[in-house]
């Protein structure tokens, strides 16, 4: 209690021990008591309020952050992510967030090429754990002898950085060229740096280079987002969304293999994986097909909450939209048949509008856009295979 409690306690209690006095002096006496014990009363419900808020902060200098700080993180992501040169490849043809998956058992939709690895959940994503030194998987895509890889596509996943702990340990991402040899290796550390080596097309000339300041670009103790694109022979590399590596002269890939080189029983973890091949001009998809399809734009699973890693395509719309100066969308969300069909209603909407919401945010007059949610109502590939939701999961842009 405040000194001021104690105060106003010791005069009730003087008050009550006085001199009895009668008439008119006992009526002063009674009032005087109720006016302490009312102040006594509010004082002390005043000083538990300020004890109970007191106790908040203290929560949060225990590692949780305020409203205010941890919004600030988003914000600084979208504005990298809009300026990014990234393009997200259009059709994805290989995509996995380990939907439907158990838990200790090895991903689906993965072969195992060394070491081992094994369905787990992490920071509230289903993911694939690479548990020990070495360990390396390969997407399971049907294709040609030589690999199915296009001569333009993009790769991306998230994965997680522990922190200061990671010395000499690193994710690595492999491709393969079409004679099933290695043509580069991309190495990103989650301590030091990304270094690559790239093979130059012909007879074997090998490039290798360092970027040294991850840690301007990179979360520790977060999930971060990597992203490739590759177009016939130009292969560039993003860490949440800046670009760290821009190489004119690569060696074409045909296939992709995923992995670690770890020590000390480090453990890392991949998810959202997705290959998608490479972009048209957007102006080109709506002149021949009236309608933009992206998948470029994703939101936090359940949610209408659009991640970071979407503003580079929402940036590529408000341009087209800012040339473009009589052009109108209707914006469509699209879902996949999982979950019931009122549930998906309420989510494709709410996305519609998150999207709508965002390019007004960013300049675009309202009667330029409407938003429709449209479920699954309107599949585009089949629901009962993987591959066939992942298409199924989607944004439209249809010209008005």
């Known amino acids: 209690m405040t000194k001021r409690i104690f105060t106003l306690v010791a005069l009730l209690c003087l008050l009550a021990t006085g001199a009895s006095a009668q008439g008119i002096f006992g009526k002063i006496k009674d009032k005087a ?4 014990r009312q102040k006594v009363e509010k004082a002390i419900d005043g000083d538990e309020a300020n004890e109970q808020e007191s106790e908040e902060p203290a929560e949060e200098a225990a590692g949780e952050e305020t409203p205010t700080k941890s919004a600030a993180k988003p914000k600084v992501a979208e504005s990298t992510y809009a300026k990014s040169d990234f393009v997200p490849g259009d059709i994805i043809f290989f995509e996995d967030y380990l939907e439907g998956e158990q838990l200790g058992e090895f991903p689906s939709q993965w072969d195992l090429i060394d070491g081992t690895a094994e369905v787990a959940r992490h920071d509230g994503k289903m993911v694939i754990f690479l548990e020990n030194d070495n360990a390396r998987i390969a997407p399971l895509i049907k294709g040609s002898t030589t690999g199915y890889l296009p001569d333009q596509f993009t790769l991306e996943f998230d994965y997680w950085c522990n922190g200061d702990e990671d010395y000499n340990a690193g994710y690595h991402v492999f491709l393969k060229n ?3 040899d290695e043509c ?3 190495c990103i550390s989650t301590e030091n740096d990304l270094n690559w080596s ?3 097309p012909g007879l074997g000339d090998w490039l290798t280079s360092t970027y040294s300041d991850i840690g301007r670009v990179e979360n520790k103790n977060a999930w971060n987002h990597f992203a490739l694109s590759f177009n016939k022979r130009a292969m560039k590399i993003y860490i949440n969304g800046t ?3 821009n190489l004119p002269n690569v060696e074409r890939p045909f296939s992709i293999e995923l992995g670690g080189e770890f020590w000390d029983d480090h453990r890392y ?5 997705r290959l998608a091949q490479g972009a048209v001009p957007l102006y080109d998809r709506v002149m021949s097909e009236g309608k933009i ?3 470029a734009i994703t939101f936090d699973t359940g949610k209408a909450t659009i991640k970071p890693e979407s503003m580079t395509e929402i940036a590529r719309i408000k341009k087209l939209m800012d040339e473009n100066p009589t052009l109108k969308f209707e914006v469509q969300g699209h879902c996949d048949n999982t979950g019931s069909a009122a549930t998906n209603d309420k989510l494709s909407q709410q996305r519609a509008d998150a999207i709508k919401a965002k390019l007004q945010q960013m300049g675009i007059a309202q009667d330029r856009l409407t938003a429709v949610g449209k479920g699954s109502r309107e599949p585009i590939a089949d629901n009962s295979t993987a591959d066939g939701r992942a298409k199924n999961r989607r944004v439209e842009f249809v010209k008005k």
């Open 33 to 36: 008591k109720e006016k302490v």
């Open 178 to 180: 079409a004679n099933n």
């Open 184 to 186: 580069a290796n991309i």
């Open 198 to 200: 790239v093979a130059k």
């Open 243 to 245: 670009r760290v590596a």
């Open 269 to 273: 973890f991949l998810t959202g994986i």
């Open 293 to 295: 399809v992206t998948y």
